[in-house]
């Protein structure tokens, strides 16, 4: 499996922005997916994750925030980042864990694919 991740980019404070993720492959939509993020000296860290059946999964710091949506016949997800924050500032990478999933994992070991990264900078 594949994943590839576009849509980041310079954003002022307030703003928004749309990743989206799409994966090519022996794929599944049974698979989770998740979006994670990376800033300069810290840990990676699960921002949101989705399941095959739609249920969702959000980090505090962006509920209300971010919303995490896939479509399956296209092998995609998407990440609608609104009311940017500096603080949301980061590498995104979004990811995928093989099986039937019904539990989504806020922990980086449990995924299995992982895209390129892609920038979000947001300015104050």
């Known amino acids: 499996v594949q994943l590839q991740a576009f849509g980041g980019g310079l954003v002022q404070a307030g703003g928004s922005l749309r990743l989206s993720c799409t994966a090519s492959g022996r794929t599944s939509s049974s698979y989770a997916m998740g979006w994670f993020r990376q800033a300069p000296g810290k840990d990676r860290e699960f921002v949101a994750g989705?399941?095959?059946?739609?249920?969702?999964r959000y980090a505090d710091s962006v509920k209300g925030r971010f919303t995490i949506t896939r479509d399956n016949a296209k092998n995609t997800v998407y990440l609608q980042m609104n009311s940017l924050k500096p603080e949301d500032t980061a590498v995104y990478y979004c990811?995928?864990?093989?099986?039937?999933?019904?539990?989504?994992?806020?922990?980086?070991?449990?995924?299995?694919?992982w895209g390129q990264g892609t920038l979000v900078t947001v300015s104050s």
């Open positions: 990811a995928a864990e093989k099986g039937r999933i019904r539990n989504i994992r806020i922990e980086v070991r449990e995924y299995d694919y």
């Open positions: 989705i399941i095959g059946s739609g249920g969702t």
